[in-house]
């Protein structure tokens, strides 16, 4: 308790690719609002995807549930961090299934314990594998799965044949479809 509609909450999601529009198209029939925050992806093409786009700030504010799908790189290390979840509302979830350092998992263990918001699902942590001794194994409003959330016989040959066309490719002399620039 408190249980809210649906309609009545917001999916905010970090990132704008394959991924999270997968993502996207899962929760749309159950009818929350859904917004999205990637500089990279203009509003027109989120808006033909039936999403809002927001800036950081924004979202960060009007989310009731955070998905994180944005690449770790320089500019994404601990994007969320105390200053962030202290704007967050205090029913905000927090679901991360892309790379752990983009929490700041000490700050996030802070907000948990001091209710600035109300929950994690980490299918990814800092370190990992998570330190025996880390709070959030013993939290009541964490979840956190094993790094499995990608996992399907399907995606294990996909990864397997993506790897060995990403090596042909770049001994070709092609740019490499997944190189972070």
Same mark, same amino acid.
């Given at each position: 308790?408190?249980?809210?509609?649906?309609? #009545?909450?917001?999916?905010?999601?970090?990132?704008?690719?394959?991924?999270?529009? +997968?993502?996207?198209? %899962?929760? *749309?029939?159950? @009818?929350? %609002?859904?917004?999205?925050?990637?500089?990279?992806?203009?509003?027109?093409?989120? *808006?033909?995807? @039936?999403?809002?786009?927001?800036?950081?700030? *924004?979202? /960060?504010?009007?989310?009731?549930?955070?998905?994180?799908?944005?690449?770790?790189? +320089?500019?994404?290390?601990?994007?969320?961090?105390?200053?962030?979840? &202290?704007?967050?509302?205090?029913?905000?979830? /927090? /679901?991360?299934?892309?790379?752990?350092?983009?929490?700041?998992? #000490?700050?996030? =263990?802070?907000?948990?314990?001091?209710?600035?918001?109300? @929950?994690?699902?980490?299918? =990814?942590?800092?370190?990992?594998?998570? $330190?025996?001794? !880390?709070?959030?194994?013993?939290? &009541?409003?964490?979840?956190?799965?094993?790094? &499995?959330?990608?996992? &399907?016989?399907?995606?294990?040959? $996909?990864?397997?044949?993506?790897?060995?066309?990403?090596?042909?490719?770049?001994? !070709? @002399?092609?740019? !490499?479809?997944?190189?972070?620039?």
């Amino acid at each position: 308790m408190p249980i809210h509609r649906f309609d #009545k909450q917001t999916v905010g999601v970090l990132g704008f690719g394959r991924i999270p529009r +997968k993502f996207i198209e %899962k929760v *749309k029939p159950l @009818g929350f %609002k859904l917004a999205a925050y990637d500089p990279f992806v203009s509003a027109e093409d989120m *808006k033909a995807a @039936g999403v809002q786009k927001m800036e950081l700030d *924004k979202i /960060i504010r009007e989310a009731d549930y955070l998905s994180v799908h944005v690449p770790l790189i +320089k500019d994404t290390f601990h994007l969320l961090n105390g200053e962030r979840f &202290s704007q967050m509302k205090k029913t905000a979830v /927090i /679901i991360n299934t892309a790379r752990g350092p983009i929490i700041d998992e #000490k700050a996030l =263990v802070e907000a948990l314990e001091k209710g600035v918001i109300a @929950g994690a699902a980490l299918d =990814v942590t800092e370190d990992e594998p998570i $330190e025996k001794d !880390s709070p959030l194994l013993n939290m &009541s409003n964490v979840i956190i799965t094993p790094h &499995s959330a990608w996992y &399907s016989e399907e995606a294990m040959v $996909e990864l397997r044949q993506k790897a060995a066309n990403n090596i042909v490719q770049v001994l !070709s @002399g092609d740019v !490499s479809p997944y190189a972070l620039t």
